[in-house]
């Protein structure tokens, strides 16, 4: 499955969600470490839904850029 995933880039380092998957969460000091941890989080995050034996939601988030004039 493919999930979409904010990345946001704070101060002193990055954090990272999953819109379809409420709770699944990681921060890392760069972009390359958030992006490892969001993946292995959103894989721990589906292993206990199913140990749980609550459903998986499917991905369902779409992401698209707007350019705007500033």
Known sequence: MKY????EKG???YGAHV???PGCAAAGESR???IRLIREAI????EGLRADGQPVP?????VEFIEVAT
Request: proline letters at 18%; charged letters at 25%; a negative charge.
């Open 4 to 7: 979409a995933v904010v990345i």
């Open 58 to 62: 499917p991905p369902s988030s779409d």
């Open 19 to 21: 819109p379809d998957l």
């Open 32 to 34: 390359e470490e958030v």
């Open 11 to 13: 101060p002193d380092s």
């Open 43 to 46: 894989e721990f995050h589906i």
